[in-house]
């Protein structure tokens, strides 16, 4: 089975940065997809960063420039770095895995990906 668990969490005042990790277990997939989402209360759930098997990412705009999604080399762990916090950027996020074409471009589409981690909260104070 595909295990996926975030940490990295927590509070954090406006301005300030925090790294965000995933911890992947059970994808055996030589070619795959890996990303970020998150999700407010109230709104939906939205794709903020993507990165594929031979390292090509995609990041949203929204976060475009303050936010970058990196793997180790052994691709066991995601990182999503996260710099210049807004309280625009509280919400719980997600990292998700699935298999992918050799070479896909890893936009995080909610229905491209069929395994999820549990979520960590990210709280942006003013």
């Known amino acids: 089975q595909v295990h996926l668990v975030e940490s990295g969490g927590g509070s954090v005042q406006a301005g300030g940065s925090l790294r965000l990790s995933c911890a992947v277990s059970?994808?055996?997939?030589?070619?795959?997809?890996m990303g970020w989402f998150r999700q407010a209360p109230g709104k939906e759930r939205e794709g903020v960063a993507g990165?594929?098997?031979?390292?090509?990412?995609y990041i949203a705009d929204s976060v475009k420039g303050r936010f970058t999604i990196s793997q180790d080399n052994s691709k066991n762990i995601l990182y999503l770095q996260m710099n210049s916090l807004t309280p625009e950027d509280t919400a719980m996020y997600y990292c998700?895995?699935?298999?992918?074409?050799?070479?896909?471009?890893?936009?995080?589409?909610?229905?491209?990906?069929?395994?999820w981690g549990q979520g960590t909260q990210v709280t942006v104070s003013s």
């Open positions: 990165i594929g098997d031979y390292g090509s990412t």
């Open positions: 059970g994808l055996t997939y030589s070619t795959y997809c």
């Open positions: 998700a895995a699935d298999r992918r074409p050799a070479g896909a471009y890893c936009k995080p589409i909610f229905r491209l990906f069929r395994y």
